[in-house]
């Protein structure tokens, strides 16, 4: 892995240059931190204009605890012409790693409008083939220890006692599955949890609409997809307060923030299922952030900081 950031420089830089003499750029835009953001700033240094990168959770959460990555990161931070970070928490982990004030912003993700749309919850249920009468929770993501599932089905097994007609439905796939199946199991709640496997990112509005409530337990995230798609077919969200999540929930009235244990989560989709939701003000508050508008923000950074960085090396091609 320390080795990721210097191979892609050097195995892309021939057909970066070739590009580059065909229609000169006015800046990189690399999205990753380590390895694509390191890759992208020493590119950028060869060509002779600015980079733009864009940290998206892991690459700041996590890689800098790697001893051997944490200098590449620093330095991509310092000699980046402008940082983006998608949400706050990451991008003040960035300032504390070398990255500039000035040059630094937070854009959080936005949602598909179009895409995710609230459905007639009786419908959608039919569609699935979900129980009418049931209490629904949905979780949507890959099937690996830091989505916290395996805090997730001990949760379930413990409201079954009070909410009989309770059903966890799991969307995603992965090689924690076994370990996730056998848990239910011992939980004896495997008729109450259903893992759908992974779908198609055009049939989430059918699960998140069928879905009184939908839960995200993960240790880490930046700022995830699956928030403001709950939120765009009206279902509130339970998720664990960490990085972006508090960005996104950021009242009562959309969610409920938790912390990444059983008895928290506990307590947090038992608040969820019991409180009524306006669902309508849920998917108007989501469909406020679309993909145009951060679209929008994005390209202002990126004009300001390739008018800041012409500014201070004139030679470079900026417009």
């Not at 039919?126 to 099937?143: C, F, M, S, T, W």
């Not at 949890?193 to 409530?213: I, T």
């Amino acid at each position: 892995m320390p080795f990721h950031g210097l191979s892609m420089f050097a195995g892309s830089l021939g057909t970066i240059r070739l590009l580059h003499e065909k229609m000169k750029f006015d800046c990189i835009d690399a999205h990753y931190i380590y390895p694509d953001g390191f890759a992208a700033v020493r590119l950028g240094r060869s060509l002779g204009i600015p980079v733009i990168v864009s940290a998206r959770g892991t690459d700041i959460s996590l890689f800098p605890s790697f001893r051997l990555i944490r200098p590449m990161i620093q330095w991509t931070l310092r000699n980046a012409a402008g940082v983006v970070g998608v949400c706050e928490a990451l991008r003040q982990s960035m300032l504390g790693l070398g990255a500039s004030v000035e040059n630094t912003r937070a854009i959080g993700n936005g949602v598909d409008v179009e895409r995710f749309v609230p459905m007639e919850r009786d419908e959608a249920r039919r569609k699935l083939g979900i129980p009418l009468d049931a209490e629904v929770v949905v979780a949507v993501g890959n099937l690996v220890p830091l989505k916290g599932y395996q805090f997730l089905i001990p949760v379930i097994a413990r409201l079954s006692a009070q909410r009989p007609k309770i059903k966890l439905y799991i969307i995603g796939e992965g090689y924690f599955r076994t370990r996730l199946e056998a848990l239910a199991q011992q939980e004896k709640v495997q008729d109450r949890v259903v893992f759908a496997g992974r779908k198609p990112n055009e049939e989430l509005k059918y699960w998140y609409s069928a879905a009184d409530v939908s839960c995200l337990a993960s240790s880490r995230e930046g700022w995830a997809n699956v928030l403001l798609e709950s939120l765009a077919c009206g279902t509130p969200v339970v998720a664990t307060r960490v990085w972006g999540a508090p960005e996104v929930i950021t009242s009562p009235e959309l969610g409920v923030l938790v912390d990444q244990t059983v008895d928290s989560i506990l307590a947090g989709l038992e608040t969820a299922l019991g409180k009524p939701w306006d669902r309508e003000a849920l998917a108007r508050y989501a469909g406020s952030r679309t993909w145009d508008v951060v679209a929008g923000e994005v390209e202002n950074f990126l004009k300001l900081q390739i008018r800041s960085e012409s500014k201070q090396r004139p030679e470079a091609n900026a417009v």
